[in-house]
């Protein structure tokens, strides 16, 4: 039994590939087909094909829940906390298919999504409210936090990626458990709760990303609907 997809290896001449890479090239060649197939053929009319619904109806759900989080415009981060949410879903759900091992169960790959919303709040921020104005951020409510509040930074990172990580490695052991032990009726609907959970911590994952990263631009927006540039959600 593995713990994570990294120790799964094949070889292939003097090429190394393990699990993780592999699952994680298979997702995005998913998406990347399912995304052209999907909007090639878009309609503005009142007759839509069942996969244009699915997609407005998922575009318009992340709309309103990055809206009711951060309470500002969601436009700025839809493209990025979409793609963050469709890829750990779609990595999730396809746990359903044999020998298919989801690349979040791997630690490297939650890493590397927790790190690029660690870039992601400074870049939103810095967009927001200028280098010195985020900055300043770092200093509040007193200058003696900022080593505190540095910190934090890379300790919400790292809870970020563990997080992911454990809650998806973890169903997957279960679920292997209950194979070996009673192999025809308890693993389904354990398997149906690991559909729902992985589907859960995509949407966990993603709505923490907007948490950081509303917490990086608040100010600034909170300063422009004061000022009446802006109007209130």
Known sequence: ???????????????????????????MLLLIVGSWLITRKLSTGTSLSRWQNLLEVLVIGLRDQIRQTSGQNPDPYLPFIGTLFIFIATSNLLSIIPFYNPPTASLSTTAALAVCVFFAVPFFGIRQ??????????LKPT????????????????????????NVMSGGLIVAILLLLTPFLI???IQLLGLLTGFIQAYIFAILAVVYIASATQAHEKKDVDNGTLPRL
């Open 187 to 189: 693993p389904i609907p």
């Open 129 to 138: 409210q200028g280098v010195l104005g985020y900055l300043r951020q770092y």
């Open 1 to 27: 039994m593995h713990i994570s997809t990294d120790q799964i290896t094949w070889q292939l001449g003097p090429v190394v590939l393990n699990a993780t890479l592999v699952f994680s090239w298979v997702v």
């Open 143 to 166: 200058p003696i936090m900022l080593p505190f509040n540095i910190i934090g930074e890379f300790s919400r990172t790292i809870a970020l990626a563990v997080r992911l990580f454990g």
